[in-house]
């Protein structure tokens, strides 16, 4: 079974400075999906970003961008220039690809506070 | 409304007591999920739904629970004799179809209290 770790229970960043959240997963297949999303305290979420795993660059959106080490099997997010608004529940997300249905796995989350 | 939505936002039960749990997914979509996210289990994959197929109801934690959907649209989890480890928030999620590629766009949720 896939699983995925966040080793940050909570991180904390000063606005306009930069954060990285951490994220790694175990999984046997080769073709699968991994995303971060946010969870503000209205407890919608988010998508943030996604990468797919057969394309090697990173994913960049705005200020968020992941670091993806398939070897390793790693996916970290960077937030540059940290707003106020990002203060949330980060959670990383695995999901199966090919001809999956797209159950989404998740860590257990990291709690970003940002203060200004 | 564009999102999907969720019924009611806070529940609170009595132990022992059913519960019923509702999503409207986003119109169009075909592929409907739902999750529990609770303190000591994290975030939890429990039914998914293609049209008014359930083929995986690999995460419903017991037997009390239950979903339906209906009309390839709304869905009803039914939580059944509810005990105080149900207190969770559900979320429900849907996709244009069950292909991985799609975006999941989740609802608000339904915090469950089960006293």
């Known amino acids: 079974a896939q699983t995925v770790t966040q080793s940050q229970p909570e991180m904390s960043v000063q606005e306009a400075e930069t954060v990285t959240l951490s994220c790694t997963y175990d999984t046997s297949e080769s073709d699968y999906y991994l995303f971060w999303y946010k969870q503000p305290p209205s407890r919608q979420m988010i998508l943030v970003i996604r990468?797919?795993?057969?394309?090697?660059q990173n994913a960049t959106e705005n200020r968020f961008s992941v670091n993806f080490q398939k070897a390793a099997k790693s996916f970290s997010l960077k937030i540059s220039d940290s707003q106020l608004g990002d203060a949330a529940m980060y959670f990383c997300a695995y999901r199966d690809g090919g001809t999956s249905y797209g159950k989404l796995t998740f860590g257990q989350g990291t709690i970003l506070t940002v203060h200004p | 409304g564009a999102g999907v939505s969720q019924s009611p936002s806070n529940k609170v039960t009595e132990k022992g007591k059913d519960v019923e749990l509702r999503c409207d997914p986003i119109s169009g979509h075909t592929a409907l999920y739902w999750y529990r996210q609770s303190l000591g289990q994290g975030l939890e994959f429990l039914i998914y739904?293609?049209?008014?197929?359930?083929?995986?109801k690999s995460g419903l934690p017991s037997d009390r629970f239950s979903a339906e959907r209906t009309g390839g649209s709304v869905s009803t989890l039914t939580i059944q004799r509810t005990q105080q480890e149900d207190s969770a928030v559900y979320l429900c999620a849907s996709s244009l179809d069950g292909n991985s590629y799609n975006e999941q766009f989740f609802g608000p949720g339904t915090r469950l209290t089960v006293l």
């Open positions: 739904f293609q049209g008014n197929s359930a083929p995986d």
């Open positions: 990468q797919e795993a057969y394309k090697q």
